[in-house]
């Protein structure tokens, strides 16, 4: 496709056109000109087209953020690129990027952490993955639309040097590591401007500055004016504007719009559609991408808490089981909103059926005890004794619980981390009479558990939204056919945080907290968490050891030695933060700035080596417009979590110097 000719013979009224969707999921046809449509799809986890095409679930967002795996990441990206291609789907709206500021944020589900790094890096996989079998990923809601409630006219008001080193960053990586073929930008303002017409967002800092050469698409309804949102930098309002001809005639008339932005808009959109169609390369395989859906959900199921060993479970430990919990038997394994999958068949592994698999020697029985979306816990006292008498039998028991099913939504806020009370209310008399009480959350974000809950139980296990395949995950990882290896992506707290201005006045919402934001705030509040970001355990010990770091120009070498000491094999997470303990600005007491999953045998001991560039130690300088790295000590730590540093040590950087993200220094601008 000649893009350029193309353009050039295109009359004003084919331009707009076709900067706007021809239908809610599809962009426009200009047949004189050989332009073809292309199709788009929603799916952070799984595409979401007809229920009789029954399309994988895959896990959601935040389950793969538990991982902290790459790997699992690209997988989820090939997969549901396989998926795409063969629908004929030419564009993923996913993943979701925004940072968990607020615990509350009904769509954290879709969101992979409270971290940036995180966020950019598992991020970039799933977008790469995707790219690999044709598709396109849409990266969204650029930028900070971290809240449901009011998000559609509320006014974030952010300093400039948090918007960028918190909500940002995560962008900024994918950009740069992936560079993804789209964006969306959110509904929101920033700083009184909307998103969809916020130039300092769209065009000098996207654009401009990161070099995105994408396109960039409105959220579905995000536009206020066409000629204004253009002239911004974006390209593509969605969903279909019937008045747009004669709304971009009239900019064109008034100065509202340029000629240049609208031939550049245009041509993004052309070079979107000049991509060829997603072809599949072998013939569709669903069973084999549920069995990849079931490896990305185990990936990223979270061991809280085990005492005594009490997981994994095993004939010969236990000989009577009770599970207890109408999750247990209709799981929770998705959110709602735009990222639901509909499926006229159900693909579900039922969480109950397949531990009966795994220990069919074992006698498992199944108590619903009380219902997932009932509140009233009056009538059910007269019940509790019966099934506490019960529970007091069982080897183990383990408890399905969690959020409900409306919490984890689009368009809605959480109303609180507690439980259901009926949940609550059945784990404390279980932990009463047995010591062996094992509970499963089922939630999409973080849960604030009660005193039995967290203090009685023996064990629990954080096993977010696994999609379609979740059941068998869980029960691999319960009967320790697969160790666990995920990571709280979030900090889980007591409490909700009661400094975050939340959820405004309705008009804007202050992010006076600046970048005390998830562990960067805990960090210096360790009595108000619960679980610390970062945290998991596993069924073998790891060994840190032999740590060396040091400057090498422009980049910073880590090695250390990583050894199992179990009687499992099973992976480790590790984390690599960053303390600037005399930055001349206000920072956290620390950041991370690198992380990776690493397995390792029984018994096996790895040399774990990486470079980083000098850039991950910078801070954005507002009166320079630049990163700087200063000069001075700065003290690398290497942890199991946030709160569990095993090894540390420091570096010394000579003389500052303005660095771009990419790593390498550049010239000081006087």
Known sequence: MDIKKIISEMTTEEKAILLTGATSMTTAEIERLGIESRRLADGTA???????????????????????????????????????????????????????RNVLCGRNFEYYSEDPVITGELASEFILGLKEEGVCACPKHYAMNNQEKHRLDTSVEVDERTMREIYLRGFEIAVKKSHPDAMMCAYNKVNSVWCSENKHLLRDILKDEWGFDGLLVSDWGAVHNICKAVEAGLDLQMPPNGNIVNEIKKGLADGTLSEKALDEAVERVLRFVALPIPKETEAYDRAAL????????????????????????????????????????????????????YQAEDHTDIPLEELKKRLPDCEIEYIQAYKKREFSSVMLWPGIWDF??????????????????????????????????????????????????????????????????????????????????????????????????????????????TDLDYPGNGYCTEYNEKLAVGYRYYDRHPEKVQFPFGHGLSYTEFRYSDMSAEVKGDEISV????????????????????????????????????????????????????????????????????????????????????????????????????????????????
């Open 46 to 100: 799984g595409v979401r087209a007809e229920p009789e095409d029954n399309c994988v679930l895959f896990p959601a967002v935040s389950c793969v953020g538990s991982s902290w795996d790459k790997q699992a990441a690209r997988k989820l990206g090939r997969a549901m690129g396989k998926e795409c291609a063969h629908h004929g789907i030419s564009m993923i709206l996913g993943p979701g990027m925004n940072i968990k």
């Open 559 to 670: 090695e250390f030695s990583l050894e199992n000491t179990g009687d499992f094999d099973g992976a480790e997470v590790f984390g690599l933060y960053a303390s600037d303990p005399y930055c001349t600005l206000s920072v956290p007491e620390k950041e991370l700035v690198y992380f990776d999953k690493i397995f390792l045998a029984k018994g096996e001991k790895k040399n774990v080596s990486f470079t980083l560039p000098l850039s991950v130690l910078s801070h954005y300088n507002v009166s320079l417009g630049k990163y700087i790295v200063e000069d001075g000590r700065f003290d690398l730590l290497i942890g199991a979590s946030s709160q569990d540093i095993r090894l540390k040590k420091s570096i010394f950087v000579a003389g500052s110097a303005p660095y771009s993200m990419t790593g390498r220094s550049e010239p000081m601008i006087g």
């Open 388 to 497: 506490r008498h019960k529970v007091a039998e069982a080897d183990a028991v383990i408890m399905f619980a969690g959020a409900m099913e409306s919490e984890d939504t689009e368009n809605f806020d959480r109303r609180s981390l507690l439980m259901n009370p009926n949940y609550e209310m059945f784990i404390e008399g279980a932990c009463k009479v047995n010591r062996n009480v094992i509970i499963v959350l089922q939630s999409g974000g973080a849960i604030a558990l009660d005193y039995y809950c967290k203090n009685k139980s023996a064990a629990i296990v954080y096993a977010g939204l696994g999609g379609e395949a979740a059941g068998g995950a869980l029960a691999d990882v319960l009967c320790g056919i697969i160790n666990p290896s995920g990571r709280l992506s979030e900090t889980f707290p007591t409490e909700t945080r």
């Open 290 to 341: 549920h069995d990849a859906a079931k490896e990305i959900a185990a990936a990223g199921i979270v061991l809280l808490k085990n005492e005594n060993k009490v997981l994994p479970l095993t004939e010969k430990k236990y000989k009577k089981i009770y599970v207890v919990g109408e999750y247990a038997v209709s799981p929770l394994i998705q959110g709602q909103g735009s990222a639901e999958v």
